[in-house]
């Protein structure tokens, strides 16, 4: 080849390696045009979704357009951050979109335009700073008398409870053999975890134990959430539980043999007939007040569908999923308080209790003495209750 050949070779190398690079740099404007353009979608539909019609924004996202703002603010002081071209809003949305109607992670991806991959890691960011948040606590041993139970109410002898604690079973998908399956297997033969909770009388959640196998024993479930000092009771202080529980100085439960569901004292009351004995009273009082705990997991569960059809994630993160839920459950409360508004009867849906109705069920494991204390104190609040009646 000679050097005119060559030179004239080196030249067109040199002009198709330009070409190339103006390409690329085509190609990157367009890219990032396209990045902007879907930065500025989004916002622009998360933007039509905060605004206009207030409606809008709570059967999107669960939750008002303040209440959603303050929970972006939250969640970016505790470190959430854009990722990409996602903003935080665009996170939080997607996140609540999946949490409040049980929404595929591909359908998401479809209606915010981002990859399935981009949308599971949004997912997880907002899952994880979500749990970051100070909004499930137990009372301190100071706490004041909740005003149900307060002096001069027809509850006041339970002046002492802090509450009411049971169990619900949200459906779960474990990633396990066929033999282990078993354990998740709830009395209806259905794969579930089996949470429990601590809800005070207004509905709150105080403490949350979840990721037990469907097949526990609730009795066990509490036993071993005290004993690991996740429930923390102050001296003097007890919980309401039904009857599926032991009665304890700690934790109590109604009266065995005697009527104990809402709809049975209603019957009762039809007929002129509502009260035959003082266990009668004292287990309708009760039941008031217990009945806060099934109330919430009611509205818990409507509010957010994906604990009525848990997808099939991996199983510890479907066990943080209902932290979640009752960690926003709590902020919605709290921020609805104090703008003193409440819309849990949008989402309030009657629970009526399923309780064993084995009488010896959950009297297992105690000590006598701790019989005769928690017997004790049943029978002072049932005479208390009697005589006053």
Known sequence: MSSDEERALILLMMEGAQWMCTVMQICILELMEEDNNSSQAAKEWIQGQLEGDPSRCFKSYRMSTENFNILCDELKAKGLACKGSVIVEEQVGMFLQILGHATSIQKISEDFQHSTETVWRCFLDVLHYVRRMDYISLPSSNACVHQKV??????????????????????????????????????????????????????NFLAVIAGWEGEADDNRILRRAVGNDGIIIPPGKYYLVDRGFANTPQFLSPYRGRPYRLAEFHARNQSQNLYQCPEDLFNHRHVQLASIVEETFGILKSRFKILQMMPKYEYKIQVKIVIACCILHNFIKRQNSLKDVSDESLFYVPVEYDIPLDDNDGVRDLRCDDIQTAGNLRDNIRDILWAAR
């Open 150 to 203: 307060s002096e001069g109410t027809i509850h006041a002898p339970f002046k002492d409870a802090l509450g009411a604690i049971d169990c619900t079973h949200i459906p779960a998908f474990p990633d396990l053999d066929t033999d282990s399956l078993t354990r998740y297997r709830n009395r209806k033969r259905m794969l579930s975890q089996n949470v429990m909770a601590a809800v005070d009388f207004d509905g």
